[in-house]
Structures are given as structure tokens and as C-alpha cells.
């Protein structure tokens, strides 16, 4: 059935064809019958404690599926326990010129310069205190392309602030190869800039009676092994919680997709299968260089039960899908969802 709806909304421009899946799901969950069929049929509750908060299973749906956090409870009737929504910026921005999604169906991956297109903290914010209980939220958080790097650490601020109330958790994304210069804030210094103050701003909140919300670090899986050694560094210079590993990437090798028709599609980061590999070997180094001292999640290629086994065994304990959501359906999260670590 799930291959045959794929073929369907393959035949429709990639982000159109994201769009029109999630509105017609939306439109059949307004039928309670339907909503409890598809919780009984891909709900597994394997509950995970990470970071002090009650995970209902380790399967998350990475940031960039659900930008303005408009389909919560469509993603949990499909199983998932966490979402991680964003990347959110502080003003509303319309992202890159479409088209910005391209599939690579021979490689079962997908190449997106989406351009952080969200609709601003104020608004998803404001959506985010309806959200559904029992999900675990976080925010994906990032700078607008017009802010200068010299002048993101308060964008991520800014964001932090307004999100600060209603997410679980806080992924910082200067990562992102698809808005310019964004990758040049995980050089050292400026990322200890951005980090150290969000840390900061939290002791303000806890002192003020509010909740700990963790932050964690989203890192690209290009970055060299002096580069990790410094992230591994920071994160545990700063006293932040933990790192995502890893976004997209800017590599084209090993592609079964002809070349000509990689270059036509032009700049954007890569997810699918083929970023499995390396995006684990990031995170394993990360792990056996902090001796397992720095909490992760895996998300980049996961597109079955082994290969999130291996996420597992390389030092994550959520699995984050993106891609492999959209080439292996709903019934991926299920069967991740009840493996036992």
C-alpha cells in the first residue's frame, strides 16, 4: 500500500508532494476512528530516559520534516515519540527560490536547500502551546539569513527566549549548508559565544522557577577530526548536554545518480542512505572520544532496523528519521520503536 501512495506522490514535485501527504493525513486524523486505527497500528511505547526527559520511544522525527510545528499530532499518530521542529529563526523567512527539494530515487536520498523557510519564533510559539500531550517536542533552533554572523549568538537567543516555554529541548543548528556563512559558527569561538550564552540565559530562567530545558548541538557530518576534537571540547567547556550527529551534507560522492544530473540539481545538503556511513562513523568518534560521557542522538541514513541498531551501538540513544521515513513509510518507525537497547 505504502509503495503505492509513494508512486502517486512521486509523480508530484517533491515539495508539493510533502505538502498534499501531510494535509490529506491531517484531514483523515479529524476522524477519531481513524487516528486511534493509526496509533494502534504503528504506536510501540518502549519509553527511553534521556537527558532527564520521558521519551514514549526512541524514534524522532528529525528537524526539517515539520518547520513550523503544524503537524504534531499527525507524526505521533504515526508513532514517533519525539519531533524535533524547525530549524526556527527569529523573523519569519520565506527561505530559498523553489524548486529546493530534489529526490535522488536511485539512491534513495534527497537533496534540499529549503533556506530555513519558517513562519518565526512568535507564531510557533504561539502554535506550540496546543500542542498534543504525551509528545516530546524540541527546538530546532537557528539565525536569519540576514542577521551577520558577528550578531547571531542573539537570534539563537531570541529564539531561545520565545521557545523556552514550549519545547522539551534545544537542538542549536549551525550546521545548515544551506544558508551562507551559517557553518562558520561551529569555528570554536563563536560557537562558545552562542553556546555560553543560552547557557547563561537558562541559570536566569531555573533561578527564576522554571523548568531545565537541555540544549544540544547539531554538528555537519563534514566536519574533519580536529574540528570534532573542538566541538567535544566545547560542548564540554560550555556544559551543554549533548549533540546531534549529524545534519546533511555537502559531499556528492559515491552517488548512483548520474553526474549530470547531481550538477543540474546544484547546492544543498544530501540525506539518505548514503549519508549513513559516514554520519556514524561521526558519531562512534564522538563517543569513544568522550569516553560516553556526551549524551547523542543518530540521525542521518537510518532506513531499518539494523542501521538503527547501529546508531545505537556507535553511542545514540534516540534515532532521528528523515528520509527514511519518506522512502520506507510509517511502518520503519514501528519496527525501530520496539527494538530494546
Known amino acids: 500500500m505504502y509503495r503505492f501512495i509513494v508512486r502517486v506522490l512521486f509523480l508530484m514535485p517533491a515539495e508539493t508532494a510533502h505538502y498534499f501527504a501531510l ?9 477519531p476512528f481513524f487516528y486511534m486505527l493509526m496509533r494502534r497500528l504503528f504506536f510501540v511505547y518502549q519509553p527511553v530516559e534521556f537527558l532527564g526527559i520521558h521519551f514514549p520511544n526512541r524514534v524522532g522525527l528529525a528537524a526539517g520534516f515539520d518547520k513550523n510545528a503544524k503537524y504534531l499530532k499527525e507524526f505521533m499518530a504515526l508513532g514517533f515519540g519525539s519531533v524535533e521542529i524547525g530549524t526556527v529563526t527569529p523573523k519569519p523567512q520565506p527561505g530559498n527560490a523553489k524548486p529546493r527539494l530534489f529526490r535522488l530515487l536511485k539512491d534513495e536520498a534527497i537533496i534540499n536547500r529549503m533556506g530555513f523557510n519558517n513562519d518565526g519564533v512568535e507564531v510557533i510559539a504561539t502554535r506550540l502551546k496546543n500542542r498534543p500531550q504525551g509528545l516530546v517536542v524540541g527546538g530546532n533552533i537557528g539565525k536569519n539569513k540576514v542577521t551577520p ?3 547571531a549568538a542573539r537570534d539563537y537567543e531570541w529564539c531561545f527566549e520565545g521557545l523556552y516555554d514550549v519545547v522539551d529541548y534545544f537542538v542549536v543548528n549551525v550546521s545548515s549548508p544551506n544558508t551562507p556563512n551559517l557553518r562558520a559558527l561551529q569555528d570554536k569561538e563563536p560557537l562558545m559565544h552562542i553556546l555560553s550564552l543560552l547557557v547563561k540565559k537558562r541559570l536566569t530562567y531555573i533561578e527564576q522557577g522554571k ?4 540544549i544540544l548541538l547539531k554538528i555537519a557530518p563534514d566536519l574533519t577530526r580536529e574540528q570534532l576534537n573542538d566541538v567535544i571540547a566545547i560542548v564540554c567547556e560550555s556544559k551543554i548536554e549533548g549533540i546531534v550527529a549529524t545534519n546533511t551534507t555537502i559531499s556528492r560522492d559515491n552517488l548512483l545518480t548520474d553526474s549530470a544530473t547531481v550538477n543540474a540539481i546544484g547546492a544543498g545538503g544530501l540525506s539518505g542512505k ?3 556511513n559516514h554520519a556514524t562513523e561521526v558519531l562512534q568518534y564522538i563517543n569513544q572520544t568522550s569516553k560516553s ?6 540521525v542521518g541514513g537510518v532506513d531499518s532496523v539494523e542501521k538503527a541498531k547501529q546508531k545505537m551501538d556507535a553511542g545514540a540513544t534516540i534515532i532521528q528519521l528523515y528520509t527514511g521515513l519518506i522512502y520506507k513509510g510509517p511502518a520503519l518507525v514501528k519496527q525501530i520503536a520496539g527494538v530494546k537497547n
Open 23 to 31: 494535509n490529506c493525513l491531517r484531514a483523515a486524523l479529524h476522524f
Open 274 to 276: 548514503i549519508l549513513f
Open 293 to 298: 560521557q556526551i549524551p547523542l542522538i543518530g
Open 211 to 214: 523548568l531545565f530545558k537541555p
Open 149 to 151: 554572523n558577528e550578531d
